[in-house]
Antibody
Framework: QVQLQESGPGLVKPSGTLSLTCAVSGGSISSSNWWSWVRQPPGKGLEWIGEIYHSGSTNYNPSLKSRVTISVDKSKNQFSLKLSSVTAADTAVYYC?????????WGKGTTVTVSS | EIVLTQSPATLSLSPGERATLSCRASQSVSSYLAWYQQKPGQAPRLLIYDASNRATGIPARFSGSGSGTDFTLTISSLEPEDFAVYYCQQRSNLDTFGQGTKLEIK
């Protein structure tokens, strides 16, 4: 079955760019579904960041759209998140998920702290 | 943007009791609504999709209902492992999540 694994730096400096990758195993990233990023600040709820289809089509949360880029690398069976101009408010656990209009497979999540 | 409002924020019940959680959308989402359970330190787990369909492996005590703007997640008889935070999510227009309902032991 499909499994997802997030990876990337756990610490990012303010005003820098957060970069994470989600590796897809047990299935193809070119399957007929979207792939999403979701985050959860400490002690708070879930926030959808955006999604990508294997064709490269993307949708973003309007509140983050100006700072977010999601891309796909079919050769590596993975997709990636870049969030620019980060502040302490971007400190969160970041999850990747398979999005079939509902998210049925999730990665374990990776904690990213924004601090100098 | 479609806003999902969950109520109550916290629900205190005992094992064996029935739990009813609500999710209201700011505009119709048809049946494009899902429910998730999240325990501390874990990723969310899909419980219900398309408003009323149980995900694979989800016990029958979990059920979902509703369409349009009003949705309900019902847990018929609470087990100790059901105490967690529950989120609703819509996909009628991009994705948004509700703010969550914490189900705690009374």
């Amino acid at each position: 079955q499909v499994q997802l694994q997030e990876s990337g730096p756990g610490l990012v400096k303010p005003s820098g760019t957060l970069s994470l990758t989600c590796a897809v195993s047990g299935g193809s990233i070119s399957s007929s579904n979207w792939w999403s990023w979701v985050r959860q600040p400490p002690g708070k709820g879930l926030e959808w960041i955006g999604e990508i289809y294997h064709s490269g089509s993307t949708n973003y949360n309007p509140s983050l759209k100006s700072r977010v880029t999601i891309s796909v690398d079919k050769s590596k069976n993975q997709f990636s998140l870049k969030l620019s101009s980060v502040t302490a408010a971007d400190t969160a656990v970041y999850y990747c998920a398979r999005d079939l209009y509902y998210m049925d497979v999730w990665g374990k999540g990776t904690t990213v702290t924004v601090s100098s | 943007e479609i806003v999902l409002t969950q109520s109550p924020a916290t629900l205190s019940l005992s094992p064996g009791e029935r739990a009813t959680l609500s999710c209201r959308a700011s505009q119709s989402v048809s049946s494009y609504l899902a429910w998730y359970q999240q325990k501390p330190g874990q990723a969310p787990r899909l419980l219900i999709y398309d408003a009323s369909n149980r995900a694979t492996g989800i016990p029958a005590r979990f059920s979902g209902s509703g369409s349009g703007t009003d949705f309900t997640l019902t847990i018929s008889s609470l087990e100790p492992e059901d105490f967690a935070v529950y989120y609703c999510q819509q996909r009628s227009n991009l994705d948004t999540f509700g703010q969550g309902t914490k189900l705690e032991i009374k």
